[in-house]
């Protein structure tokens, strides 16, 4: 039978409705599926509810699984034997620490590990626990933003690279709430995707810190017109959490954001990714 495929806003997201992913799907439904997430960037799957060890089942869907580099304390009650490849994003917190990673607050713009050589493609969040309000993610299309970018903007940044600087934990540029860990890359500002040979904005406001041999103050300038541009209501959208919702995003053409939300309210998420193929060209 046909997936059911609702679109969530005119240039990124689809819900995939009437599905239940504990049970095994067929190869047909799996090929629609990956194709849904090609043609709309994020897929949504309400009431879905799946244990860690299902949700690294359908991530494989999508490629191979990224490996988790999770802290020993890092092991909350009922946890404590989670498999590898399983992040836990949360402000829950056990004597004082945080369970997991990105606990509190509002976070800017970013791709999902732009900061690496090889970026994963995909990020999968599995919301266990949301809290009444905010904490929303919102979505913003990389395409859209390309082909709607003023020439007088794209043409200077056109086959140049920029440079990327991410503190591990940082939710705002420079808020010095990340850890002394840190990694750096370079990668295009504007990439060609692996699968679908569209070409999309490849620079954020959390990240990138300026474009390789251009000047400074000449790069700041670029790139502020292009966050400001990438990030126009028109190409996003704003997912509101429900617990049991499922939803996978293409970290190659789409960027994404956090709002804030009460910090005495529990918040936790399961987190898997999908590796690269490739460094980004």
């Known amino acids: 039978m046909a997936i059911t495929i609702n679109k969530l806003s005119p240039h990124i997201g689809a819900e995939i409705a009437d599905i239940d992913l504990n049970e095994e799907q067929s190869a047909e439904t799996v090929a629609e599926i990956v194709q849904a997430w090609h043609d709309n960037l994020i897929l949504l799957f309400r009431g879905q509810h799946l244990d860690a060890e299902r949700q690294l089942e359908v991530t494989s869907w999508f490629g191979t699984p990224g490996k988790v580099a999770r802290p020993k304390e890092f092991h ?15 402000n829950i917190r056990e004597n004082g620490e945080p369970i997991g990673a990105l606990p509190d ?18 990020t999968m969040l599995n919301a266990v626990e949301i809290p009444s309000h905010g904490g929303n993610t919102l979505f913003a299309s990389g395409y859209a933003a390309y082909d709607t970018l003023a020439d007088e903007i794209r043409e200077p940044l056109e086959g ?15 808020d010095g709430k990340g850890t002394p860990a840190f990694s750096e890359s370079n990668h295009p500002v504007f990439r ?7 070409k999309a904005i ?24 292009v966050f400001d541009h990438a990030e126009k209501p028109e190409f996003v959208y704003e997912h509101a959490w429900q617990v ?5 995003w293409d970290n190659r053409c789409s960027m994404h954001a956090r709002t804030d939300f009460p910090e005495t309210e529990r918040r936790l998420l399961l987190r898997t ?9």
Request: no cysteine.
């Open 160 to 174: 140049r690279r920029a440079f990327h600087h991410y503190n591990y934990g940082s939710v705002q540029k420079g």
């Open 105 to 122: 607050g509002e976070m800017m713009f970013h791709h999902d590990m732009m900061h690496a050589e090889v970026p994963h493609k995909a």
């Open 76 to 90: 909350p009650k009922g946890y404590e034997k989670l498999p590898e490849g399983i992040m836990l994003i949360s």
């Open 273 to 281: 990714t999908v590796t690269g193929d490739a460094r980004p060209f």
């Open 192 to 198: 060609t995707h692996d699968d679908t040979g569209k």
């Open 244 to 248: 049991g919702d499922l939803l996978l």
């Open 202 to 225: 490849y620079v954020n406001r959390l990240m990138t810190e300026g474009v390789l041999e251009m000047d400074q103050e000449e790069a700041d300038q670029l790139l502020s017109a």
